[in-house]
């Protein structure tokens, strides 16, 4: 005799488009992943020599690591379901005030950066309050917070700041500390470590995600929603700072508008991110994958030669790829 239970797999298994719905689910979930083998081993079969080696694998992570610090503080403000335009901003303002401690107000190195990580974590506060308490939309809210900041850059030093830097501030971002890896690669899995362990592994954690799942319901449980929201983009505040702090150092000056192309970076990784394994839910490894898809990507245009005009093209076609299949995802995850 067959169960009712059997019964209901018999007929979802011939349900019209069942098959059709796996595919899809199964794309969405591990397309990211498999489109990231897929341009490795295409770049690897196609320039031999070049790109499959140990040097060109720590240059990608090393171009990887600034956008992978940015974006994981972003992917936090998405989990709770906010968003932030001004950590690309905050990255330029902290790069140009950092240097500037160092230089015109001759302070030591570690007390400049404290300085501009309690700085740009400040401004994520901000950001944060102008959400939370005031009720001001997240995108106005930070799309603002940036653009004084950009004016404040501005008023502070029009030129960039480069006279003055210690050389040992170069050296965060040049050196190589441990086995021979650049530090920023170092830096990047340490963060990207610390905010996965927060986000999956303790009760803040839980509750954050809570937040972006049902906003209501979390309030409802007695879950504070402003406080978690608070905290995530003091998070992204952060690792924006963090970013622009070692963009300056590997620049080795601080310039207004440095940082401000790591926005669209950083978006267009956290939504690859979101539709790697998981349905449409944005989590740090996510994140690290689509950075790692940009990066390689990049990579392999410029041991192409492609025209610098293609880096562009493949970011924002990345972007609306990325999103649309986040959409896809959690469409399915929906009606599954």
């Not at 080795?252 to 940082?259: F, I, K, Q, R, V």
Request: proline share 3%; aromatic share 10%.
């Amino acid at each position: 005799m067959t169960t009712a239970a059997e019964g209901q797999k018999t007929t979802m298994a011939r349900r019209p488009g069942s098959g059709k719905r796996a595919a899809l689910i199964f794309v969405s979930r591990y397309g990211t992943i498999i489109g990231l083998l897929a341009m490795i081993v295409f770049f690897s079969i196609a320039a031999p020599t070049t790109f499959p080696t140990m040097a060109n694998f720590l240059n990608i992570l090393s171009q990887a690591s600034l956008t992978a610090i940015i974006a994981a503080g972003l992917t936090y403000t998405l989990v709770v379901g906010e968003f932030d335009l001004s950590v690309g901003f905050v990255a330029s303002f902290i790069g140009l005030i950092v240097c500037g401690l160092m230089a015109n107000q001759g302070f030591p190195i570690p007390i400049a950066i404290i300085a501009s990580l309690a700085l740009g974590t400040f401004i994520g506060c901000i950001n944060g309050l102008l959400v939370t308490k005031v009720g001001i939309n997240a995108v106005i809210a930070t799309l603002g917070v940036g653009t004084i900041l950009s004016g404040i850059g501005f008023s502070y030093s029009a030129f960039p700041i480069a006279v003055g830097i210690p050389r040992d501030f170069t050296l965060i971002s040049l050196g190589r500390i441990v086995f021979g890896v650049p530090n920023p690669v170092v830096i990047m899995f340490a963060v990207l470590a610390i905010l996965w362990v927060v986000l999956n592994k303790t009760d803040l954690g839980q509750k954050m995600q809570a937040v972006g799942s049902n906003i209501e319901a979390a309030r409802l449980s007695g879950i504070r929603v402003d406080r978690i929201k608070l905290f995530a983009f003091m998070t992204a505040g952060f690792c924006a700072a963090l970013t622009g702090i070692l963009l300056s150092s590997l620049l080795g000056s601080g310039t207004l508008g440095a940082g401000d192309g790591y926005l669209l970076n950083a978006f267009a990784a956290v939504f690859l991110g979101s539709a790697t394994l998981r349905e449409g839910q944005f989590h740090i490894f996510g994140t690290l994958v689509g950075v790692m898809i940009l990066a390689v990507g990049f990579n392999g245009l410029s041991i192409f030669g492609a025209p610098t005009h293609f880096q562009p093209i493949f970011k924002g076609g990345i972007l609306v790829f990325a999103v649309g299949l986040s959409a896809l995802a959690r469409r399915y995850a929906a009606s599954s």
